[in-house]
Nanobody
Framework: QVQLVESGGGLVQAGGSLRLSCAAS????????MGWFRQAPGKEREFVGT????????YSADSVRGRFTISRDNAKSTVYLQMNSLKPEDTAVYYC?????????????????????WGQGTQVTVSS
């Protein structure tokens, strides 16, 4: 079991920036991917980005590419989501998540139901 705690959410104006953090504890050796999903009111949980733990490679959704950056600190078992040029449509609860299985096909790490551990979420609100 991996426990995840997110932090860094808040209220920001459009065009602003936020940096989210997610710290993992427990069975951190089992992490294969660690990243971020978000869920806006009335919408499905959406993939934002993730980091492949063994390599440090990062992957981002098309909707945020160029604005959001995923990074990891292996020693701290922590991932970050640097969010720049925020838009009102980025408003959502952002969840950190861990997937404990490695995949060769990138289809799988984008799928929320496959993730094994979830944080409680942190609210990001972008005002216009």
């Amino acid at each position: 079991q991996v426990q995840l705690v997110e932090s860094g959410g808040g209220l920001v104006q459009a065009g602003g920036s936020l940096r989210l953090s997610c710290a993992a504890s427990g069975r951190t050796f089992s992490i294969a991917y660690m990243g971020w999903f978000r869920q806006a009111p009335g919408k499905e949980r959406e993939f934002v980005g993730t980091a492949r733990w063994s390599t440090g490679n990062t992957y981002s959704a098309d909707s945020v590419r160029g604005r959001f950056t995923i990074s990891r600190d292996n020693a701290k078992s922590t991932v970050y989501l640097q969010m720049n040029s925020l838009k009102p449509e980025d408003t959502a609860v952002y969840y950190c998540a861990v997937l404990t299985r490695y995949y060769s096909e990138n289809y799988y790490y984008q799928k929320a139901p496959l993730y094994d551990s979830w944080g409680q979420g942190t609210q990001v609100t972008v005002s216009s």
